[in-house]
């Protein structure tokens, strides 16, 4: 019998995948992004897949890295960026629904940095979190046959790519075929199947927002695990897809003056009282600081207050909005 993972399509699936294909013919009738944009989103892609499996690398250093300079940092870590680097500019190139290609990309991503590289993995893995394994892995000896099973799949369903390539990437992540390597091919294969539908997406840094949201990814993978259903994580995927594609759709994307750029700088790595951004930016009016830089970044939903019920309290913070980590 044909092999069909098991999903439950919920309400929640059909509203999310309305709104984020309205956002996608949004983006698609508008001008192609620029060399710049698609360089900034695609830095950011790779620090944020990367950073979930522990790279400690910081999106200036994937920067420099990509720009060929030198960087001091663990040697490993600079040859997973490198890899990263590779394995993006090619992925293109690649059949989404070509098990060879899965293992090319694989090999692209891993060169240097593990034995079984390109290559399925030939024993038992399973899934850590906190000394806990949470996860053990199908037998090594069934993962080609359940990788064929689950390509033969996607390319059969009718089912919209967004929900299709969500599946496959919960139903990957579960048979774990490699021996290392896995999230991140995981999240490279949904973002190849996304470009085939719609061609933006192969420069939309939702990497990066897994990353922002990584507790829920796994969260996500466990409950769907639980439940024998991957429903939660299509749900999962599916609001961080949308939260990223709505922040840059052209109705939502701000103008964003050198001040609120300055700003949220400062701000991208905590949230900050106001006599702290000052000294950041080496301002001295405070007034100055209000108008050109924080009302014009509230009121473009690029920031927000970490007390809104007490704008005025001597406690009062300022901290990125999805949006504004986005931007």
């Known amino acids: 019998m044909d092999y069909k993972p098991p999903y439950t399509i919920t309400t929640k699936i059909v509203n999310l995948v309305a709104k984020i294909t309205e956002c996608a013919v949004r983006l698609s009738i508008q001008k192609e992004a620029d060399l710049r944009l698609r360089k900034v989103n695609r830095i950011q892609t790779i620090q944020g897949s990367l950073a979930i499996e522990g790279n400690t690398l910081s999106t200036e250093q994937v920067t420099a890295i990509l720009d060929g300079k030198h960087i001091v940092a663990p040697i490993k870590e600079i040859q997973e960026v490198r890899n990263a680097i590779k394995a993006y500019d090619k992925f293109l190139d690649w059949n989404p629904f070509a098990v060879a290609d899965l293992l090319d990309a694989h090999r ?62 919960y139903e990957f992540e579960f048979i774990h075929p490699f021996a290392d390597g896995n999230g991140r091919i995981g999240r490279l294969w949904q973002t190849l199947l996304l470009s085939r539908w719609n061609s933006q997406f192969a420069y939309l840094p939702v990497e990066n927002m897994v990353y922002q949201k990584q507790f829920g990814y796994y969260d996500a993978i466990n409950e769907s695990s639980y439940r024998t259903d991957c429903s939660p994580f299509i749900e999962f995927m599916l609001e961080v897809i949308y939260q990223t594609v709505s922040a840059i759709t052209p109705e939502d994307t701000p103008h964003v003056t050198p001040e609120v750029e300055r700003l949220l700088r400062v701000l991208r790595h905590m949230p900050l009282g106001k006599q702290e951004i000052l000294q950041a930016l080496g301002l001295k009016d405070e007034k100055n600081l209000r108008e050109l830089y924080i009302k014009p970044a509230l009121q473009s939903g690029l920031i927000e207050l970490t007390i809104p019920d007490k704008p005025k309290s001597p406690k009062q913070q300022y901290r990125l909005t999805e949006k504004g980590k986005l931007v």
């Not at 906190?130 to 359940?146: F, M, Q």
């Open 108 to 169: 692209t991503m891993t060169e240097g940095l593990i034995d079984q590289c390109g290559m399925f993995r030939t024993g038992g893995v399973g899934v850590v979190a906190n000394t806990e394994v949470i996860h053990v892995a199908p037998p090594a000896d069934r993962v080609p046959y359940l990788i064929k099973d689950l390509f033969a799949w996607l390319e059969r369903t009718d089912e919209h790519p967004l929900i299709a390539s969500s599946v496959f990437h």
